[in-house]
């Protein structure tokens, strides 16, 4: 464990180097591609809820047209926020309930990236996790690299792997149980070659990964 533990932190190091040398009009071009195959992919359109990270300014796919198409087509809209518990903080997914909400009612978290407020109308904020919320169809995720294995190399804090682990346990027993799918959006310069990426048995493998080349698997 200590030795992927320091393969990963060396790994995001070298990617942050590599990150910070993508143009803004690279970046501009990339997330409007990728933004196109979003919306054509199958998950997608079938998707009723979605879960989906607001974008910080550099580093990653932006998200900002993603999120208004979500809210433009009447699905529900989720996106993250970070809860303090104790020394610790945990990520749940609070909903957006319109274009207006999403322009307004953001503010600075942890590392600048927007957060929706805890209230909306007076009231506490609906989140994905309570039982009478429309069930998350589709999470769309950010990283600092991927590959075509479907794994995944995030920030190192944890937030995505175990908000899905407790969030796909918390999903009421059914003859047919809820599927949550599960995409990576990435920039080229995310996608590396296969077993690059060190994973252990608590790393979420995605379901599929979208660069602005399409739909790599």
Same mark, same amino acid.
């Given at each position: 464990?200590?030795?992927?533990?320091?393969?990963?932190a060396?790994?995001?190091?070298?990617?942050?180097?590599?990150?910070a040398?993508?143009?803004a009009?690279?970046?501009t071009s990339?997330?409007?591609?990728?933004?196109?195959?979003v919306?054509?992919?199958?998950?997608f359109?079938?998707?009723?809820?979605?879960?989906?990270?607001?974008?910080m300014?550099k580093?990653?796919?932006?998200?900002?047209?993603i999120v208004?198409?979500?809210?433009?087509?009447?699905?529900t809209?989720y996106?993250?926020?970070?809860?303090?518990l104790?020394e610790?903080s945990v990520?749940e997914f609070?909903?957006?309930?319109?274009?207006e909400?999403? @322009?307004?009612n953001? %503010?600075?978290?942890?590392w600048g990236i927007?957060e929706?407020s *805890?209230?909306? +109308?007076? #009231?506490?904020?609906e989140?994905?996790?309570?039982p009478?919320?429309?069930p998350i169809?589709?999470i769309?995720?950010?990283?600092?690299?991927?590959?075509?294995?479907l794994?995944?190399?995030?920030?190192?804090?944890?937030?995505?792997?175990?908000?899905?682990?407790t969030?796909?346990?918390?999903?009421?027993?059914t003859? @047919?149980?809820?599927? %949550?799918?599960?995409?990576?959006?990435?920039?080229?310069?995310q *996608?590396?070659? +296969?077993? #690059?990426?060190?994973m252990t048995?608590?790393?979420v493998?995605?379901?599929?990964?979208?660069?602005s080349?399409g739909v790599?698997?």
């Amino acid at each position: 464990m200590t030795t992927v533990k320091a393969a990963k932190a060396a790994l995001r190091k070298s990617m942050r180097l590599r990150l910070a040398n993508i143009t803004a009009e690279s970046l501009t071009s990339q997330s409007a591609a990728v933004t196109r195959h979003v919306l054509s992919h199958p998950a997608f359109q079938k998707s009723n809820a979605v879960a989906c990270y607001l974008s910080m300014p550099k580093g990653e796919i932006q998200t900002d047209e993603i999120v208004n198409a979500v809210l433009a087509e009447g699905k529900t809209l989720y996106v993250p926020r970070l809860k303090t518990l104790a020394e610790s903080s945990v990520m749940e997914f609070l909903r957006i309930h319109s274009k207006e909400d999403l @322009e307004s009612n953001l %503010v600075p978290g942890v590392w600048g990236i927007r957060e929706p407020s *805890v209230e909306y +109308d007076s #009231t506490p904020r609906e989140s994905a996790s309570s039982p009478s919320s429309p069930p998350i169809d589709l999470i769309l995720m950010p990283g600092m690299a991927f590959d075509r294995t479907l794994s995944r190399l995030g920030h190192g804090k944890g937030y995505y792997d175990r908000f899905i682990s407790t969030y796909r346990s918390s999903l009421p027993e059914t003859s @047919e149980k809820h599927e %949550v799918f599960l995409c990576g959006l990435g920039l080229d310069e995310q *996608v590396l070659e +296969d077993g #690059t990426i060190p994973m252990t048995e608590t790393d979420v493998r995605l379901n599929s990964l979208i660069t602005s080349q399409g739909v790599q698997v």
